[in-house]
């Protein structure tokens, strides 16, 4: 059993989506416990990518390769998976700021949240002010992460924190920001709860920041 | 020696008269500001930059066809949305390896392809350098396929990614060739390796995959007798051996929020290769005092400069948000410390 979820890790590890399918069938058809398929062997493997991904041993096309054989076995396991059954660490929605068409350090960042499992509302791109503030609303959140590759987009940054302090939707989630231009001082400015250099980064401090509430 | 004499003695790590100036893009918002209503040629005169830049981005080298209000499409076949603030691609016309034999990519030798490039050089050739900045292989062929897509296929794909890579190689070498025939001095290659904190792919396969590509246009480039510069944003330390290795005459951008600190850059590769920009165009232009901006071009040309080999320039571009009074200040501040004495 302890084998075939180091397997599943494993093969998920390598980016190997098919090898990653072929085991998980055959641990559900052996009626291994779901959730346990799910935490000692996918989550298990994308918690090897996180950490390598963090110290440079591996890089983005492994990182996205072991993302989608994370997503093949996910989908395997999803119409077994009970409501509730699954704690997960809570909700996290993200998205690139208002004015800005960048996406790949979100991607990451969220590829990573779910292998961290956190549950990823994705909002896209260049996301309006209100449509943070709504998805907020409707989704109640632990956290929300904003993204920003460009100096001259960051300010959308404070408009959203903004539009939710008016909203009265502020301190009801967590705000965490980053991108390039994003540095820690300016995450301090602006109100935000946390910060991170990097995608590997904001897994670590989405942690902390769950810990807290 | 004139600007254009400075900025070739510096781009051979020799020592100039002065430290030149150069910057690939102003945004027509901050140079407006500084002069109303100038033209970027005659800014670039006026002001006293030692360079006239032709980034192939801003030239519209490559025509777009609008799609809808949010949406357009280049000649490359990618969709790009469009906002206010800017252009990034969306979407591309390759997903597989039958795509991509299929493909065929712009013509090289259409007559918009170098945009103001040769008025450029009918105006300034022999008295500011006049530099052409295209790409090499990396984004466009990325761009090609989707970024996220092609990163994944250097793993489940490795073939597709040659192939797409060869096209756009084929494509920046007879761009670059003809760039330079028509008279630009200098080739600045784009593509964006890294984020802040490291590379986007491994040391490993940007060996592989990225740099005998590069190699080739680096090589086509000087081949035909002009100086070439690699830029690349972010963290590039794990891939600055390799780049350098290929008798690249500069690197640039070196920002000083990925770590690019220019003593250890000088330190390491100083003696092999001219150092292009580190005046940060962040926090430092957007926000500090013209006299911050004065006194860190001040300290960075310390650093840098000592026997050749150092051209002031940001640590990107000059784009909208920079305080103009700022630039000014970079410009001035470079005048007034970077004498060789």
Redesign the interface.
């Known amino acids: 059993m302890a084998d075939t979820y180091q397997e599943i890790a494993s093969s998920l590890y390598r ?1 190997d ?1 098919s090898k990653v399918a072929e085991l998980v069938r055959e641990a559900i058809d052996k009626n291994l416990d779901v959730s346990e398929i799910l935490s000692d062997g996918l989550m298990k493997g994308m918690d090897k990518v996180g950490q390598d991904f963090k110290t ?1 041993v ?5 990182v ?2 072991a993302a ?1 054989a994370m997503q093949t076995g996910m989908n395997l396991l999803r119409p077994f998976l009970v409501k509730g059954e699954v704690k997960g660490r809570g909700k996290y929605v993200i998205g690139t700021v ?8 979100k ?1 990451l960042v969220k590829m990573l949240l779910e292998g961290a499992e956190f549950e990823v509302i994705d909002l896209g ?2 996301v309006a002010v209100e449509d943070f503030v709504n998805a907020v609303s409707e989704h109640s959140p632990k956290i929300l992460g904003l993204s920003a590759l ?4 960051q300010k959308s940054m404070l408009a959203t924190i903004e539009g939710l302090e008016e909203s009265g939707l502020r301190q009801s989630v967590k705000i965490m920001v980053g991108g ?2 994003i ?1 820690a ?2 995450a301090e400015e602006i109100g935000a709860d946390g910060f991170a ?2 995608a590997s980064a904001a897994v670590d401090v989405a942690g902390n920041l769950v810990k807290w509430r | 020696m004139n600007s254009a004499e400075r900025i070739f003695t510096a781009l051979q790590g020799d020592i100039p008269d002065r430290v030149p100036i150069l910057e690939w893009f102003v945004h027509p918002s901050v140079y407006q500001a500084l002069i109303p209503g100038i033209t970027w040629p005659d800014f670039v005169e006026q002001i006293g930059l030692d360079a006239i830049s032709s980034l192939f981005l801003f030239e519209g080298a490559f025509t777009e066809t609008k799609i809808d209000e949010k949406t357009v499409m280049n000649e490359w076949g990618v969709t790009l949305a469009v906002t206010e603030e800017h252009q990034a691609p969306i979407e591309g016309p390759i997903k597989t390896l039958e795509d991509a034999k299929r493909y065929i990519p712009p013509d090289p030798e259409a007559p918009h392809r170098l945009g103001h490039l040769p008025e450029y050089i009918q105006r300034f050739k022999g008295e500011k350098a006049v530099v052409w900045a295209q790409r090499a292989d990396f984004m466009w062929a990325a761009e090609l396929c989707r970024l996220d897509d092609f990163l994944l296929n250097f793993v489940i794909n490795p073939k597709l990614v040659h192939e797409v890579l060869e096209i756009v190689a084929e494509f920046s070498v007879a761009l670059a060739r003809r760039a330079v025939r028509a008279g630009a001095d200098v080739v600045m290659l784009g593509d964006d390796y890294a984020f802040n904190t490291a590379p986007l792919m491994s040391p490993a396969m940007f060996k592989e995959f990225i740099l005998p590509r590069l190699t080739r246009v680096i090589q086509a480039v000087k081949d035909e007798g002009a100086f070439c510069v690699k830029h690349s944003d972010g963290n590039v330390w794990s891939l600055l051996d390799m780049i350098v290795d290929t008798g690249v005459d500069a690197i640039n951008p070196l920002e000083p929020v990925a770590d690019m600190e220019i003593a250890a850059v000088k330190k390491k590769y100083g003696d092999r290769v001219c150092l292009i920009g580190n005046i940060d165009c962040g926090d430092l232009l957007c926000k500090a005092s013209p006299e911050d901006v004065m006194r860190t071009v001040k300290e960075t040309i310390s650093k840098a400069a000592p026997g050749g080999g150092y051209i002031v320039s940001s640590s990107n571009t000059i784009h909208s948000s920079v305080k103009p009074e700022n630039y000014r200040a970079m410009i001035e501040a470079t005048h007034r410390y970077g004498m060789y004495s």
């Open positions: 980016g989506a440079n591996i890089y983005v096309p492994e996205l390769a989608r208002a004015g800005d068409v960048h996406d790949i350090g991607n791109v260049d460009l100096t001259t987009t390039a231009p540095t001082s300016y250099p990097d």
